[in-house]
């Protein structure tokens, strides 16, 4: 198992597909496999088969698009929420020059996507595919130095990522693989991680589920 | 003071034994009663001296007084009696009993017998060999017989007889088998309530595997239970909430017609035309028979021949008149069998188009729609109307949860 190092931009669709033939193409087998496809064109009748094997790979691309979301993105959203992250944010940004070492303990990430694609025929909604994008973020013993209100340096630790895509039901790509957090984090410029909202916190009381 | 007692204790013990007649003896240092006589440290143990005068009596545990106590026959005839803890390493242990107290040196009666305490086996479970003979040593055993890899400093106990918590007696051997330590096991995740996507997801990020066992929907049980400690690759099997609809669709009757009329209406019934013959041809039979109820996406077979119209030679005369007409007619049903069957062999490959007819008439268009991105059609240009398929992808910025993991 290799763990990743990011240093571009790290999506979902570049996660799941990244090994393997054409991902459009392994969408598409993935979806005839798992009998989706079949319900999908049960859907639409009178077209000749090229058309409804062209149908079926414009899904798994339009399928790919909802994936092209920032793993990074999903990683800072989650720590957004985190209690203590935030509130040593907000003292080092009330005292000018200090600085904050937060021992984040160890704690998952969820994020957890539903988009949909919706097929129309001759412009009439005949049909709708649901998927769902799991992610999962397994951090151990990390440890978090906050400044001016932006976590500016990692230490130790280390981040197990799972992400899955699944249609109806039916597992599409899993992916199971350690990640650099270090490197895949913009650290150099800090990230900001107070937005405002802090209805949705979450402290060791409050799991947030 | 304590000194005194003992030495006391001492000369009265062995005059009563020695010095005195039989009788006295008997009457003096009579055996006293222990029920139970043996037991680990902090046992409770009933203590009865046989005196046969009523009185005041002290009992003592390896010479030091535990109080005293109305002891011999009470008017009933009821012999007194006391209660005292056992306590001090596994071994014998001396109780005593004096009438009226062990410090009247002149003329006490006493009566003196042994208790064994035993030693209790400790929990030996994933200790190293040395450590295992240390704690044994502690508790006043010692190490029996090893099985297994000793000689490996990284095996561990991994059973022994007899048991923890078992009481035997003071300097034992314990019997232990070694095993080298396997994987650390993982905790298995709360999967109740979560959708399919999300139980694998954690599931695998505890490197375990996830078995669906039936159903759809959200996990409503799972197997082995939350927080259970198993092997890593173990399976965790799951059942969802409600058992996969099965839906039904009656088979459409579409013997006669064209290939085309009969794929639409194939599909229309949520089902998926699989056809043999030519193209031009009808439906000349169907496989399941109409009316058939099936499962929705299950494929209908159909066999396609050209039915040439009826033919206008006037038949000649039939020689035998009923009898010729019969003779007729199988030779026809033969020669339409024997037609079908040609027609069958000689376009037996599924009807394919060429890359060109796909490049004429099939259109893909992504972006068509300006106010939805990603919007695609799919175009076909047929000998019919252009049907037109769209697709409309619809984003979700999903739901983040933060959950801290007590270790």
Redesign the interface.
Known sequence: MTTIATITPLTLRTLLFSEGAEPVTTLAESMNAG?IS??L???????????RR??VR??A???L??LD?DVVD?VI???R??ARLVAAARRTLAVSGSEEVIDL???????????????????ARVARLDL?????F?VQALVGVVRAGRLVELQGGQC?L?????AE?V?LA?R?QPIDLRLALPLRTGIQLTTGDTSRL?T?AD??? | MQHRRAVALVVTLVVGMLALPAGDAAARSSPLQLDPSSGPAGTSIRVTPIFKTPGGCTASWDGQPRGSFPCGPDANGVLGWTTLTAQGPPGLHTVTVCQPSCDDVDSPSVESTSFTVLAVVPDLGSLSLADAGQRLERAGLVLGTVQGPSGDPAAQVSSQTPLPGAAVGAGSAVNVTMTLPGPVPVTVPDLVGRTQAEAAALVSAKQLVLRVASGTGRVQRQDPLPGSDVAPGSVVTVTLQAPPTQVLVAVPDVRGRTAGDAETAVAAAGLVLRATGPPAGTVQAQAPAPGTRVRRGSSVAVTLAVVGPPSTTTPPPAPGGAAGLAIGLVLLAVAVVLGALAARMLHRAPRRRSPQWVHEHVRVTAGANPAQPGDTQVEEAGPGPTRSIGLEPHRDRGSKTLEEVKR
């Open positions: 009998g079949n319900r064109l049960g859907a639409i009748a009178g077209i000749s088969s090229p058309a062209e149908v414009q899904v691309t339009v399928t698009q909802t979301l999903l959203g989650g720590w929420t985190h303990v160890s704690h998952s990430i969820r994020s957890v996507h539903r988009p949909y694609v919706s097929i129309l025929l001759d412009g769902e994008v799991a992610v999962v397994d197990e799972t992400a899955l895509l699944a039901g597992q899993h199971h979450h060791p799991p947030g589920h």
